[in-house]
């Protein structure tokens, strides 16, 4: 099994279309995802998709869009050893201070990374770490639509994709 990710944008708002197969033409391969585009936040965002090949072999991937109007960087395919964090949610909403928890999917003693930001943005800035599956936000605005940025570190420089889950206080 192994992931593709990259970093995608478009100025028009079409989806990039990921395929796979066993020969080098888009013809004769499978569409194995849509990522979709976030013209909203005028800005990269991180997608990733999981393949599992149905045999042994040599295989090819191919990046699709229906308009030239589309910038993507940061491709990479790993095989895939370490997970995101699963079923991110509010434990508590307070005035001032937000817990948010999630459920690791990787081995325990487990680090995670994650960053906080009113608006969406990528990469995350102002990374914290953490080895808990929770997380004390404090000095929160009140009212206000925050972006929570997490992702799991699986030893040496092996990270998941980022997950982001939005909220508000």
């Not at 308009?67 to 370490?82: G, L, P």
């Amino acid at each position: 099994t192994y992931i593709l990710s990259l970093d995608f944008y478009s100025f028009n708002g079409d989806d990039l279309l990921v395929y796979a197969g066993t020969f080098p033409a888009i013809q004769q391969m499978v569409l194995i995802d849509t990522f979709a585009s976030s013209v909203e936040t005028n800005n990269f965002s991180q997608h990733f998709t999981i393949y599992s090949p149905p045999a042994d072999g040599v295989y090819y991937f191919a990046l699709r869009s229906l308009h030239a109007d589309i910038y993507v960087d940061n491709i990479a395919i790993e095989k895939y050893t370490c997970t995101p964090p699963d079923s991110i949610h509010v434990a508590v909403n307070e005035l001032n201070n937000v817990v948010l928890a999630w459920t690791p999917t990787t081995s325990p003693g487990a680090t995670f990374e994650y960053a906080v930001a009113s608006f969406q943005t990528y990469p995350p800035e102002d990374v914290q770490l953490t080895s808990e599956d929770t997380v004390q936000l404090t000095g929160l605005s009140p009212s206000t639509p925050y972006y929570f940025y997490l992702r799991a570190g699986c030893g040496g420089n092996s990270y998941s994709p980022w997950q982001v889950f939005s909220f508000d206080t």
